[in-house]
């Protein structure tokens, strides 16, 4: 069994956690040591407790609280070749920080971790797939657009976290410039609800039991919106989807 929790998704800081057994990793850590043990408590986690943590791409809301909290309580790190090359400077002198490809599959603990690689404006980006060798918790966030492999990589997963970053009318209609506009819509930028839709309808969804929306925008989404986007995909009510917010997250779910 896995279960799984997020303890905030979104430009603000990530953060989830997995755990099956004894072993529990964390998926990001973008918030500040005090903030984040805070968080984790919120769902009965003690820091050290964690048997790693594993990075997906080197923005600050996805790694910015990850050197302090690992060196506080001596948590492993995981993080590709790529994402090491551009943050070195942030882990020098600490011990069990662990590069790998980004086709890489490895294990901690009880856990099989299989990263896959994103189209997203990062040096060596990846998403996960957290599996117990029955069942498969698939965590897919920041990429502009889906690709064969991310398609491949999440196929037949029990759970899905899935970005639904934005809306296209809020964001064509928002405040933001022009150039962060089209970042955010870029190839590899942010996934909008449509584009989170058609990927879902593109996976075996024949095991799928949850699926939460994550990384809404503020200013540019609605969590309706995510939900009926997806709810489209999946030919369910849309009430079944969950969304991972930037206060709270969302509490723990297993599979």
């Known amino acids: 069994m896995i279960r799984f929790a997020s303890i905030g998704s ?12 004894a072993t529990r990793v964390m998926i990001d850590c973008g918030f500040g040591v005090k903030d984040t043990a805070n968080r984790l408590a919120r769902i009965g986690i003690e820091p050290e407790s964690l048997s790693a943590i594993l990075v997906t791409h080197e923005h600050a809301d ?18 590709t070749f790529g994402t090491l ?44 797939v957290v599996s117990d060798g029955a069942k498969r918790l698939g965590v897919l966030t920041d990429l502009g657009t889906t690709t064969r492999h991310v398609e491949a990589s999440l196929s037949g997963c029990d759970a899905l976290v899935l970005e639904c970053n934005h809306d296209l ?19 590899l930028g942010h996934l909008c609800n ?16 949850h699926i939460i929306a994550a990384h809404l925008s503020r200013e540019n989404n609605r969590p309706e919106l995510a939900r009926n986007a997806l709810a489209g995909a999946l030919r369910c009510t849309p009430d079944w989807i969950g969304i991972a917010d930037q206060a709270y997250g969302f509490n723990w779910r297993e599979i």
């Open 10 to 21: 979104g430009s603000e800081g990530n953060g989830l956690v997995a755990e099956c057994g």
């Open 62 to 79: 996805h790694i910015g609280g990850v050197p302090a909290f690992a060196a506080r309580y001596e948590i492993p790190v995981w993080l």
């Open 85 to 128: 090359a551009i943050v070195s400077e942030s882990f020098a002198g600490m011990e069990r920080i662990y590069a790998f490809d980004s086709h890489d599959r490895f294990a901690i603990g009880d856990l099989e971790i299989l990263p896959f690689p994103v189209p997203h404006d990062a040096r060596e980006p990846v998403q996960y």
């Open 169 to 187: 009318d809020l964001l064509a209609a928002g405040d933001y410039p022009a150039a962060l506009k089209r970042r955010i819509a870029s190839r």
């Open 194 to 209: 449509e584009g989170a839709a058609l990927l879902l309808d593109a996976l075996d969804n024949s095991h799928l039991t």
